[in-house]
């Protein structure tokens, strides 16, 4: 037969308590003392609601204490010791992880044709020497390119240098022989032979003969 166990808890008495008693035969009415102690005792909590303040007596005598008991909790009483269980709790599923959109295509942007690539482009002109003596002669330059040339350095024989800001396409320009200077920042005062002009912009550069 089962002991007698009384539970005494402040909580409404309408709450409803599952209770397991496990003995060792059915005389355990008659066990000794140190034989009842050896019994299993679990109180279950079904009613939904925690219980606070709960007392389990067995046989008239305070067995356990629980300070608070949350629903779907038990409570095991077995050789004198009370081990309190908490309810199992159902692991939440795993979420996905979110799937990040792709990058946006960037778009291509295509160079013209008239824009020339800096500094790398060979440049297409001639150049013209004027009649005259040394100084006095008159250089001419002619831009033959798709394109306006921008800050240029005209060298004349390698030697004499004239710094010429720009020059649109399919124009022309004279620059008088006094304005090239060398190294030094002598003027070209001699009647030098002029066998070569180089235009260095940065668009690119080229060489020309005068005729």
Avoid at 74 to 100: F, L, R, Y
Avoid at 126 to 154: D, L, M
Wanted: a negative charge.
């Amino acid at each position: 037969m089962f002991r007698h166990i009384a539970l005494r808890y402040l909580v409404p008495t309408a709450l409803i308590a599952g209770v397991i008693i496990a003995c060792g035969d059915e005389d355990a009415d008659a066990q000794a003392p140190a034989e009842a102690a050896a019994q299993k005792v679990v109180v279950m909590n079904t009613s939904g609601e925690a219980w606070v303040g709960m007392t389990v007596l067995v046989d008239g005598t305070p067995a356990c204490t629980v300070a608070e008991l949350a629903a779907g909790g038990s409570v095991t009483i077995h050789d004198g010791k009370c081990e309190t269980m908490a309810p199992a709790v159902e692991a939440a599923p795993a979420q996905a992880a979110p799937v990040q959109a792709a990058p946006a295509a960037q778009p291509v942007v295509k160079p013209t044709a008239a824009a020339p690539a800096v500094g790398g482009q060979a440049l297409r002109g001639s150049a013209t020497v004027s009649a005259g003596i040394g100084p006095a002669r008159r250089i001419g330059v002619i831009n033959e390119t798709s394109f306006g040339w921008s800050q240029c350095t005209v060298t004349l024989n390698g030697e004499w240098s004239y710094h010429m800001a720009s020059l649109a396409a399919g124009q022309h320009e004279g620059i008088m022989g006094q304005r090239f200077k060398d190294a030094s920042g002598d003027i070209m005062t001699k009647n030098h032979q002029i066998h070569s002009v180089a235009v260095k912009c940065a668009e690119g550069s080229g060489t020309f003969t005068p005729r």
